[in-house]
């Protein structure tokens, strides 16, 4: 069964930190190149935030949070992480794992496999 589940969403205060998590089926693991994180705040579109290869493990990342999020893997446990430091107010969005990219990129047109999303909120 092709699955993402992503967890670690919570509540903190500005300048806090989090670690999100994301399970994902063998399948979708073993199968592409490419996975990513994504977020969507209120009234906006969804954003690729970082994505990384599951092979050599390159990494990519939004301008925006370069510097303070980390993404990486864990391919003997089929998971994904997004280490998120010095968060900001603006870094309050649902966060959405995704899989099963060709590239390494933030574009969501190339992901075929999505979570249902974590919540992450920053309180100035």
């Known amino acids: 069964q092709v699955q993402l589940v992503e967890s670690g969403g919570d509540s903190v205060q500005a300048g806090g930190s989090l670690r999100l998590s994301c399970a994902a089926s063998?399948?979708?693991?073993?199968?592409?190149?490419?996975m990513g994180w994504f977020r969507q705040a209120p009234g906006k579109g969804r954003e690729g935030v970082a994505a990384?290869?599951?092979?050599?493990?390159?990494?990519y990342y939004a301008d925006s949070v370069k510097g303070r999020f980390t993404i990486s893997r864990d391919n003997a446990k089929n998971t994904l992480y997004l280490q998120m430091s010095s968060l900001k107010p603006e870094d309050t969005a649902m966060y959405y794992c995704?899989?099963?990219?060709?590239?390494?990129?933030?574009?969501?047109?190339?992901?075929?496999?999505w979570g249902q999303g974590s919540q992450v909120t920053v309180s100035s």
């Open positions: 063998k399948y979708i693991y073993s199968s592409y190149y490419g």
């Open positions: 990384i290869s599951t092979g050599d493990g390159a990494t």
């Open positions: 995704a899989a099963g990219s060709p590239h390494l990129t933030l574009m969501r047109n190339y992901y075929k496999y």
